[in-house]
């Protein structure tokens, strides 16, 4: 019953979260203003050698003096993990059919495995230990573990460090992290791409509560249109026909299999729907999961969308931004934002000790945020490798292999009206990759 309370009060908690991260927001863009105004205050030339001054110009212009101008060379965004004149072990003794399979089996290793842990994560009944007032266990006790945030914020931890480790031992390249003041992007933009991302991670997470796994991964593939819509907004970008109706198809099937594509009895509590509409349409609660549902991934696709969109804006403005640059600055701040969230809703202790009551809970936890961490490297190392086609396939594939698996473990079943959308949406993914590849030929 407090479960399913919980679960009922979700958009309590997201006010909560948002209210903390709005604060935030303010709060730094006031510090943006006052740095602006200290740093225009100071005299140059007098401060060149003060490190207030130099880090303050750093996080606003992005160099240490006021009027570093940028020099936008002919090195891509993505980052280069080896570098030209220095390949990696694997290129030479490795054919390209070799490497394309290793960059593959990662990917599909690595989310696969990502995908799986976030459902057990968010769907399971792990045993926590409470205990009394003089700290004696007192009973033990089966639930969810309801914390998104706390599961956030572990994955950009890990992300954090894997990115702070690689470009420390990297340091001398030039691309990756420069001492040319000319090469260095304004530490604040990265903080807008770090809000957007950190929302759309919790709504991700919230979501799972309510709608299942495969109608999850569906609707990530609908974000095709606001994405589209976001580029327009945000970059000013143009798309053809094709693309728009691909995008829409996408979201037909994705609906439909919300609607429609549950067949017979789904035991699990985070099932939705079922066969009949006219019982669903009845079942009170099963309407609120869907509503609930439908409004958390309505969240996560327009932030998602927006950070996609503003970080491909800061690549094309600021040619000497790595991945990896973004990475460490993005998980940075979001480290930041979701402490705060934690501390502001006063969930930091207590979740923390509910972790620390239950092992296989830290184990899964610690598992989600390598998998995440690593399957970055693999994305960031296949788009250089490969270019960004071939690793839309690969993802593509992902999802669709992440919803069967997700169905053989879970037990979710689905009807013919179910795989006839499956294949209407993958179908559209491939009709809109091919007609992005085709504009570019």
């Known amino acids: 019953m407090n479960e399913n309370l919980t679960e009922t009060w979700w958009f309590v908690g997201l ?221 000013r970008k143009s798309y053809p026909c094709c693309q728009y109706f691909s995008g829409l198809l996408i979201s037909a099937g994705v609906f439909s299999f919300l609607l429609y594509g549950y067949g017979g009895d789904d035991e699990s509590v985070h099932s939705t729907m079922t066969k009949n509409p006219k ?13 609930s549902g439908l409004i958390l991934m309505s969240c996560y696709l327009a932030s998602d969308s927006f950070t996609s969109n503003w970080q491909n804006a800061m690549f094309s403005k600021y040619r000497q931004c790595s991945s990896m640059q973004m990475m460490l600055w993005v998980n940075f701040y979001s480290i930041l934002l979701t402490l705060v969230g934690l501390t502001g809703r006063g969930d930091l202790f207590s979740t923390s000790l509910d972790i620390l009551s239950n092992g296989s809970l830290a184990y899964d936890i610690f598992l989600t945020s390598i998998c995440s961490s690593i399957g970055q490297l693999f994305i960031f190392y296949t788009i250089y490798k490969f270019g960004a086609v071939n690793f839309t396939i690969i993802m593509t594939t992902r999802q669709a292999l992440s919803i069967l698996l997700s169905c053989w473990i879970f037990g979710h079943k689905v009807n013919l009206y179910g795989y006839t959308s499956l294949a209407v949406v993958f179908w559209s993914l491939f009709v809109y990759n091919y007609s992005k590849r085709s504009k570019k030929l």
């Open 15 to 235: 006010l909560k979260n948002l209210f903390c991260y709005l604060l935030c927001v303010f709060l730094f863009i006031g510090s943006v203003r006052l740095s602006k105004f200290y740093s225009l205050f100071l005299n140059a030339e007098k401060s060149r050698r003060n490190r207030i001054y130099k880090f303050l110009n750093r996080f606003i212009w992005g160099s240490t003096t006021r009027f570093g101008s940028q020099n936008l060379s002919q090195i891509p965004y993505f980052v280069k993990i080896y570098d030209s004149k220095n390949q990696d072990f694997l290129s030479k003794k490795l054919n390209k059919c070799a490497l394309f399979l290793f960059c593959a089996g990662g990917l599909l290793t690595t989310y696969l495995a990502w995908g799986i842990l976030q459902e057990r994560l968010m769907t399971s009944r792990y045993e926590f230990s409470i205990f009394n007032s003089t700290g004696n266990e007192y009973f033990t006790q089966k639930r969810k573990f309801k914390d998104s945030q706390f599961v956030v914020f572990s994955n950009r931890l890990g992300a954090f460090l894997i990115s702070a480790i690689y470009l420390t031992a990297f340091r001398r390249r030039k691309n990756d992290f420069s001492s040319n003041e000319e090469d260095n992007v304004p530490l604040h933009k990265y903080f807008y791409a770090s809000f957007s991302n950190i929302l759309s991670s919790y709504c991700q997470y919230e979501a799972l509560k309510f709608i299942s796994f495969p109608a999850q991964v569906l609707g990530k593939a609908s974000k095709i249109v606001p994405t589209m819509l976001m580029g327009i907004i945000v970059q």
């Open 279 to 291: 019982i669903y349409i009845e079942s009170h609660q099963q309407n609120f999961h869907l509503i």
